[in-house]
C-alpha cells in the first residue's frame, strides 16, 4: 500500500527526531562503564507497528492461506525481528553484556543513522561487534532455512559467522528439522557473503541473520514457536560470550 503525502512527511519527521535522539544517546554513553569486554551491537531490521496499529515497512510480511501468526494469517518480519532481539537482550541483561540497540522501537531507521551509531561508539566509547536480525523470504515461498551473512573477504566476522552457525546447526537443526543454509565452500567457511550495508558499511565484526523464511509456511510456523524462539535467542548469547573470549578486534 503506497504511503500518502501526509504520512511520508510524518515518517520523516519522527526519523528526524530519531537522528536527533540517537546522538544524545551517544553523548550520554560516552560516560557509561563498560560491562563486558565488547559491547554488542543489536540491530532488529527494518520498521515495526506504529502505536495508532500502521504497519510501516513495505513488503516485509507474508498473508499466508491458513494458520495463525502475528495478526491472523499475516506474518510480519519486523514484528519477528523486535521479537528475537527482545529475547537476546534478556540474556545481555541478565549476565552483564554492554549492547546497544540500532533501531527504533517502530520506525524503520535508516540504515546510515545504524550504522553510524554502531562506528561512533565502536571509536569513540567501547570496540563492538554486532548482529542485525531478520527472517528471509523467496520468489516462489518454496526456500527454507537459516542463512549467515558476511562482508566480502574473509575477517573476524567469519569466524563469529562461523561459530553462530555451528552452534545453530549442533542444537537447533536436528531439534526441529530446521534446514542449514550455506554458501558453497570456495571460501572455506559457512556463511554467505554479500555487500550488505550493515555488514560493509561497520566498522566492527558484523553479521546479518536470516533465520528461516517466513513466507514458507513450515518454516514460518517454526519460527512462532516459542521454544524455537528461546533456543535460538541462546545461541546468540552464547556466540557473543565466545566472541568476548576469541575475536581480536
Same mark, same amino acid.
Given at each position: 500500500?503506497?504511503?500518502?503525502?501526509?504520512?511520508?512527511?510524518?515518517?520523516?519527521?519522527?526519523?528526524?527526531?530519531?537522528?536527533?535522539?540517537?546522538?544524545?544517546?551517544?553523548?550520554?554513553?560516552?560516560?557509561?562503564?563498560?560491562?563486558?569486554?565488547?559491547?554488542?551491537?543489536?540491530?532488529?531490521?527494518?520498521?515495526?507497528?506504529?502505536?495508532?496499529?500502521?504497519?510501516?515497512?513495505?513488503?516485509?510480511?507474508?498473508?499466508?492461506?491458513?494458520?495463525?501468526?502475528?495478526?491472523?494469517?499475516?506474518?510480519?518480519?519486523?514484528?519477528?525481528?523486535?521479537?528475537?532481539?527482545?529475547?537476546?537482550?534478556?540474556?545481555?541483561?541478565?549476565?552483564?553484556?554492554?549492547?546497544?540497540?540500532?533501531?527504533?522501537? *517502530?520506525? +524503520?531507521?535508516? %540504515?546510515?543513522? /545504524?550504522?553510524?551509531?554502531?562506528?561512533? &561508539?565502536?571509536?569513540?566509547?567501547?570496540?563492538? =561487534?554486532?548482529?542485525?536480525?531478520?527472517?528471509?523470504?523467496?520468489?516462489?515461498?518454496?526456500?527454507?532455512?537459516?542463512?549467515?551473512?558476511?562482508?566480502?573477504?574473509?575477517?573476524?566476522?567469519?569466524?563469529?559467522?562461523?561459530?553462530?552457525?555451528?552452534?545453530?546447526?549442533?542444537?537447533?537443526?536436528?531439534?526441529?528439522?530446521?534446514?542449514?543454509?550455506?554458501?558453497?565452500?570456495?571460501?572455506?567457511?559457512?556463511?554467505?557473503?554479500?555487500?550488505?550495508?550493515?555488514?560493509?558499511?561497520?566498522?566492527?565484526?558484523?553479521?546479518?541473520?536470516?533465520?528461516?523464511?517466513?513466507?514458507? *509456511?513450515? +518454516?514460518?510456523? %517454526?519460527?512462532? /514457536?516459542?521454544?524455537?524462539?528461546?533456543? &535460538?535467542?541462546?545461541?546468540?548469547?552464547?556466540? =557473543?560470550?565466545?566472541?568476548?573470549?576469541?575475536?581480536?578486534?
Amino acid at each position: 500500500m503506497q504511503q500518502s503525502k501526509e504520512e511520508a512527511i510524518y515518517h520523516l519527521e519522527q526519523a528526524l527526531l530519531l537522528l536527533k535522539e540517537s546522538k544524545g544517546e551517544l553523548d550520554d554513553a560516552r560516560t557509561v562503564k563498560p560491562d563486558s569486554k565488547y559491547c554488542k551491537g543489536s540491530d532488529a531490521g527494518h520498521s515495526g507497528i506504529s502505536p495508532d496499529g500502521k504497519y510501516l515497512t513495505r513488503g516485509k510480511f507474508w498473508i499466508h492461506k491458513k494458520g495463525n501468526f502475528h495478526k491472523g494469517s499475516t506474518f510480519f518480519e519486523d514484528v519477528f525481528n523486535r521479537i528475537m532481539q527482545n529475547k537476546v537482550l534478556k540474556h545481555y541483561k541478565e549476565n552483564g553484556i554492554k549492547y546497544l540497540v540500532l533501531n527504533h522501537e *517502530y520506525l +524503520d531507521t535508516p %540504515l546510515e543513522e /545504524r550504522t553510524r551509531i554502531i562506528n561512533t &561508539y565502536h571509536k569513540e566509547v567501547q570496540k563492538c =561487534t554486532l548482529d542485525s536480525l531478520h527472517s528471509n523470504a523467496s520468489k516462489k515461498q518454496k526456500a527454507r532455512g537459516v542463512s549467515i551473512w558476511t562482508s566480502l573477504g574473509y575477517t573476524e566476522s567469519d569466524r563469529s559467522a562461523d561459530d553462530l552457525w555451528l552452534r545453530i546447526n549442533k542444537h537447533l537443526a536436528p531439534k526441529y528439522n530446521i534446514k542449514m543454509l550455506k554458501q558453497d565452500w570456495t571460501d572455506g567457511d559457512y556463511d554467505y557473503e554479500a555487500n550488505f550495508w550493515m555488514c560493509k558499511q561497520t566498522l566492527c565484526p558484523a553479521k546479518l541473520n536470516e533465520f528461516l523464511f517466513f513466507d514458507n *509456511y513450515e +518454516d514460518a510456523l %517454526l519460527a512462532m /514457536r516459542e521454544d524455537v524462539q528461546d533456543d &535460538y535467542a541462546l545461541q546468540f548469547y552464547n556466540n =557473543t560470550v565466545w566472541e568476548m573470549d576469541n575475536l581480536v578486534i
